[in-house]
Structures are given as C-alpha cells and as structure tokens.
T-cell receptor
Framework: DTEVTQTPKHLVMGMTNKKSLKCEQH?????MYWYKQKAKKPPELMFV???????INESVPSRFSPECPNSSLLNLHLHALQPEDSALYLC?????????????FGDGTRLSIL | SQKIEQNSEALNIQEGKTATLTCNYT??????LQWYRQDPGRGPVFLLL?????KEKRKERLKVTFDTTLKQSLFHITASQPADSATYLC????????????FGKGTSLLVTP
C-alpha cells in the first residue's frame, strides 16, 4: 500500500463531463505534485504545490484545474477533456519541495476520455 | 535541448547476475539525481538519491554512481532476482524549477530464473 492515496482508481468520462481526481497524504508533506503518464512513457510534470500555493504550472491547458484545499489534499478538476488526455494521472508528495527530497507517488487514476 | 537518456528500453539478464542500467543527460546541470522503480499499473517507488557532490551511494543490493563530468549515472542491482523485474526510471532534479523532477524514459528490466 502506498502512503499517497488517489481516488478514483479508474475514471471514464465523456468530453463534456466535469469530474475531479483526488489525492490525499498524511505524512505531513508540504509539497504535492500532479504528473501525467501515457503508456510506455515517463511521468510528465503538470503542477507543483508548495505550502498550498501553486508554484509550478508546466503550461497545462486550462481544462485541467488544480486545487490544494489544505496541506493533505490535492484535487485535479477536469472539464471538456479531449481523447488525447486519456492517461494515468499520478499524484506525488515530498517533505517541502525545496531541496533534495524523494517523492512519494500514489498508484494513479487511470483516465479514459470517450 | 535538454535530454535524459536511459541506455536501453529493455534489459534481460539471468538471475544472480548484476544488472547495470545507464542514465545519460545533456544540457542539464542537475543538483541531484534519483532512481525510481515502477511496476505495471503502479506509481513509481523511490529507490535512491545521489547529490552532485557524491560519487556513489549504496542501499542493500543497489548501488548508484554519479559522474557529473561524464554526465552519467549508473544503477547496479547485484545478485538480481526475478522480483527485481520492473521498469527503472532515472530523474533529475533541477534547481531552477523548484526541484521538480524530470524523468528519463525508463529501462524495462527482466530477470529470468
């Protein structure tokens, strides 16, 4: 079991739907990350939150909207997605996000856009 | 352009041998380098971190080296076991991007009995 919990594990949605991905950690980490991973590709960074503030947005389309309600929770709100957005979405956390620290990953949400 | 290259997409070795995986990078000045293991359908799991001023790091059967002159890291698994079969990812942490990680494409390791 991982210490970073992501829900749901699988999500199928249409291009007009609105849905949210949720990530939770209780390790006291203050940096949280969203990555997108396509099949047989490495994870690609989307967003970084540090102390509940968005610190990095890797030019992600506005149909992806992150939110960090508190230090333990990270959401990714989805709206009007395209079929090419189908992928594994990984959440990760690290102690502070400043300095050399390992990242702890959840097992991801497998997203399919119809 | 910046590149992280892992030596091969797939590596097959026999149980008991040492697996050596390579990570090369260009146009980066990484503060540190990390190695992760990823199993199918799971998130990456952190294995080892090595800083730019360190030459070698060990953890049980794992060893990582980091040569900033060659711009290369080697990842060794000694006495390999079938349970070591997985994809191994190297990742660079960059000072100017808040230490966000950039990952290589990974090497798929298969250890056969």
């Amino acid at each position: 079991d991982t210490e970073v919990t992501q829900t749901p594990k699988h999500l199928v949605m249409g291009m007009t739907n609105k849905k949210s991905l949720k990530c939770e950690q209780h390790m006291g980490h203050r940096a949280m990350y969203w990555y997108k991973q396509k099949a047989k590709k490495p994870p690609e960074l989307m967003f970084v939150y540090s102390y509940e503030k968005l610190s990095i947005n890797e030019s992600v389309p506005s149909r992806f909207s992150p939110e960090c309600p508190n230090s333990s929770l990270l959401n990714l709100h989805l709206h009007a997605l395209q079929p090419e957005d189908s992928a594994l979405y990984l959440c990760a956390s690290s102690l502070t996000g400043v300095g050399n620290q390992p990242q702890h990953f959840g097992d991801g949400t497998r997203l399919s856009i119809l | 352009s910046q590149k992280i290259e892992q030596n091969s997409e797939a590596l097959n070795i026999q149980e008991g041998k040492t697996a050596t995986l390579t990570c090369n990078y260009t146009n980066y000045s990484p503060a540190y380098l990390q190695w992760y293991r990823q199993d199918p359908g799971r998130g990456p799991v952190f294995l080892l971190l090595i800083r730019e001023n360190e030459k070698e790091k060990r953890k049980e059967r794992l060893k990582v080296t980091f040569d900033t002159t060659l711009k290369q890291s080697l990842f060794h698994i000694t006495a390999s076991q079938p349970a070591d079969s997985a994809t191994y990812l190297c990742a660079l942490g960059l000072l100017n991007s808040g230490y966000a990680l950039n990952f290589g494409k990974g090497t798929s390791l298969l250890v056969t009995p």
